[in-house]
Structures are given as structure tokens and as C-alpha cells.
């Protein structure tokens, strides 16, 4: 009994030592300049601890652990494959061999890429530090093999035989600013909730379907008319007379740019990615007194230049006939990202 309480205390003192020298290790690598730009991010992470955080992805890719390396991920990733789709598969399934040898070859960073996190091999795998629940966790890994959807949909969105431009669908702002708007003037209390499912609140909360005006000036939308979509009035929620623009249709996807000058311009695109049933559609609009006529799942986003690029959105839209027979498209479910709309549009499924 003593011989295994002494080998229990020695393999523990190891284990010790063994961090101790890991963390000693991280802290030379990290410099000086790392811990004053932590400061300048109010020191939400220790550069020492980002270091051994990529290190750790960096074993798990070495010894291909596939599900090792999705138990770093927090819910889904932003960009990468579903859990779903990666369960019960290998490695070399999803990340080729110079995929993995050049994150291998990569340093592991003390510091994060501005706002964005910190990443490995200019962006292969990205991370960052949840401060609230002080945990690492991986939120994107580019590269990897994509899951294809294998249902057949339709190029671009029609109406009356016309292919409606990406414009015409309001989205939540990167601000959220035209949603806070709309849960001020009609008293909505959880923002969070209708910001991710405002069809709830059509037909109750929300009772009018007109623009409302803004408090910086100006009208603002969510529920989009065909006739002034057509008409070339609508842009992404806030009503301007831009006229009907040229719509380029890019594999499966639908552009279109409106210019403000000669050289400021704005690119917007949508893709359809699943039909959703208009039963189903109808289900997610319970209090609207109309007919839900056509509904899909889409990418939608835009990109006016700059390092951010595009802003993406993954969201579910119900093309409606309302009162008077006039015809609107509904926002009803927003999703931040591609995997988390896919899991919800799985289980509508089933």
C-alpha cells in the first residue's frame, strides 16, 4: 500500500513539473509585447496560455483525433463541418496531408488577430477564450472537406418569373440596430429571442406590417414587399429608391452591386440552400393571418471591401400572401452560421 501511495505521489509530482515546464516554456516564447497587447484587450486571455492552447490542437492534429479535436469546439463551428457530420469518421476524411503538415509547421500564437481570435496557419484553425466560462475553444477550421446537400434546389428565388434580388431580403443588421428599432417601437422585451426568431412575433407583437421610421431618420423594414422590391425600393431593410439592378447569377448563387459613388459599392448574394415545406413554414409563423406559399433556407450577405469581408447571415424566409392578396417575404428564422441552421432544418425535417 505504501509502495502504490508513493508511486501515486510521484507520477503526480511529474505531472506537475511537466506543466510547470510547459507554462515556463510558453512564457520565454511570449514576449513582452504579447502581454501589453493582452492588456490592451483587457487581459480576457494569458499569452501563455493561447501558446499552449495551439499547442494542443497542433497534438491532436499530429496524432489525427479527429474527436479530440471537435471536443475543443463550442457548440458548432462557424466554418467548418457539423459534429454530426464528422461522427464516426477519420481524419483523413475531412484534412489532407499538406492540410496538416502546414498547421504542423506553423507557430502557435501568444497574441490573437485583432477582434477576430487567434489562429493557426494563417487562418486553417481558428480559436479563442470564452472569458465568462474561461475556456478555449475552437470556432473554425477552413479547409476541412465540406458537407454537401444533396437536395436539388432552385437557382435563385422567383417570383412571377423573376428572380428576386438578394436586396429584397431584410437581414439582421451587424449592428442589430434595425431589430432594436422594431423591439422599441412594439415593446418586445427578449430581443435576443425575436432577433433569432422574429417570425413569432408576426401577428402578435408585431401587428403592422408597414415600414416604421427609424430614430437616425429614414424607413426601415423587415417584412419585404414584392411590389416595391420589384419596383427597386428595398435594400437589406432600409427603403431607398435605388432602382432594380442588374442580377448576375454566379453557379448557384445570385449577385448583384449598387454603387454609391464610382468607387464605394456594396456586393450582395444569396444562395438557396433547402426548401423548406410551406406547412412547416406556416408552423413558424403561428400568428400571422396569411398563407405561406413558398419558403426556403438561404445564404445571404454583402461585402463592401475592406478585411472583414463578407458579412454572412444563414436565415429562413416565407414568401407570404397577406390581406389584400398583396405578397411579402417573411424573415423567420436567423442563424449566425451555416451549421447551426442545418441541425435546426434536420430536425424540422424529421
Known amino acids: 500500500m505504501n509502495k502504490f501511495i508513493f508511486l501515486i505521489w510521484i507520477i503526480i509530482i511529474t505531472l506537475n513539473c511537466s506543466s510547470t515546464l510547459s507554462i515556463e516554456k510558453s512564457n520565454l516564447i511570449c514576449s513582452e509585447k504579447d502581454r501589453e497587447y493582452a492588456e490592451f484587450w483587457d487581459n480576457y486571455y494569458d499569452p501563455a496560455e493561447a501558446y499552449e492552447f495551439g499547442e494542443k490542437i497542433k497534438k491532436l492534429v499530429r496524432d489525427e483525433n479527429l474527436s479530440g479535436l471537435f471536443d475543443l469546439v463550442e457548440g458548432e463551428l462557424t466554418s467548418g463541418p457539423r459534429k454530426e457530420f464528422v461522427k464516426g469518421k477519420n481524419f483523413s476524411d475531412f484534412f489532407s496531408d499538406d492540410w496538416r503538415n502546414n498547421l504542423l509547421e506553423s507557430k502557435s500564437p501568444c497574441s490573437p488577430v485583432g477582434w477576430r481570435g487567434f489562429m493557426l496557419d494563417s487562418g486553417s484553425i481558428w480559436f479563442n477564450k470564452d472569458k465568462d466560462k474561461n475556456k478555449w475553444f475552437i470556432f473554425s477550421m477552413l479547409g476541412a472537406k465540406k458537407e454537401n446537400i444533396t437536395e436539388k434546389t432552385p437557382v435563385g428565388w422567383k417570383f412571377e418569373g423573376k428572380v428576386i434580388p438578394p436586396q429584397c431580403f431584410s437581414t439582421l443588421w451587424m449592428s442589430g440596430d434595425n431589430y432594436e428599432e422594431y423591439a422599441n417601437k412594439f415593446n418586445i422585451k427578449n430581443y435576443k429571442d425575436f432577433s433569432k426568431n422574429p417570425g413569432e412575433y408576426f401577428g402578435s ?12 431618420g429614414g424607413e426601415i423594414y423587415l417584412i419585404s414587399s414584392m411590389k416595391k422590391c420589384f419596383n427597386g425600393e428595398l435594400r437589406y431593410g432600409g427603403i431607398k429608391n435605388i432602382g432594380f439592378p442588374k442580377i448576375k447569377i454566379n453557379n448557384n448563387t445570385i449577385e448583384t452591386q449598387l454603387c454609391s459613388s464610382d468607387d464605394v459599392c456594396t456586393k450582395f448574394s444569396y444562395t438557396i440552400l433547402l426548401d423548406i415545406n410551406p406547412d412547416e413554414c406556416q408552423n413558424l409563423v403561428p400568428n400571422i393571418k396569411g398563407k405561406c406559399l413558398k419558403s426556403y433556407l438561404i445564404s445571404i450577405g454583402d461585402y ?5 469581408g463578407w458579412d454572412m447571415s444563414y436565415n429562413i424566409y416565407g414568401l407570404f400572401n397577406l390581406k389584400n392578396s398583396e405578397k411579402f417575404i417573411l424573415p423567420i428564422k436567423n442563424f449566425s452560421n451555416k451549421n447551426d441552421a442545418l441541425n435546426f432544418t434536420d430536425k424540422l425535417i424529421k
Open 205 to 216: 407583437k408585431i401587428s403592422d406590417f408597414k415600414p416604421i421610421n427609424a430614430s437616425w
Open 304 to 308: 463592401s471591401g475592406g478585411s472583414m
